[in-house]
Nanobody, 117 residues
Framework: QVQLVESGGGLVQPGGSLRLSCAAS????????MGWFRQAPGKEREFVAA????????YYAGSVKGRFTISRDNAKNSVYLQMNSLKPEDTAVYYC??????????WGKGTLVTVSS
């Protein structure tokens, strides 16, 4: 079983920045690529960004490319998401998990990001 704990969310004005953190523990063997996902009110959960544990290859959704940066610290089993130039449409609960997530994977509680003036 893998435990995932997301943190770093909050209320920010449009154009502002936030840095999210995800700490993974437990049996993370097989979690070769880690990702960030988000779910806005009334919408399906969607992919945001992903990074391979080795090599650092990154992937981004088109809506966040150029504004968000994903990074990782293998020694700490942690993944981060630096979010700049935030927009109201970025408002959502943000989650981390392996990418792609598998049926039956457990999810953390997520961290709420609210972009509003």
């Amino acid at each position: 079983q893998v435990q995932l704990v997301e943190s770093g969310g909050g209320l920010v004005q449009p154009g502002g920045s936030l840095r999210l953190s995800c700490a993974a523990s437990g049996n993370i063997f097989g979690f070769y690529t880690m990702g960030w996902f988000r779910q806005a009110p009334g919408k399906e959960r969607e992919f945001v960004a992903a990074i391979r544990w080795s090599g650092g290859t990154t992937y981004y959704a088109g809506s966040v490319k150029g504004r968000f940066t994903i990074s990782r610290d293998n020694a700490k089993n942690s993944v981060y998401l630096q979010m700049n130039s935030l927009k109201p449409e970025d408002t959502a609960v943000y989650y981390c998990n392996r990418d792609p997530p598998r049926a039956g994977d457990s999810w953390g509680k997520g961290t709420l990001v609210t972009v509003s003036s």
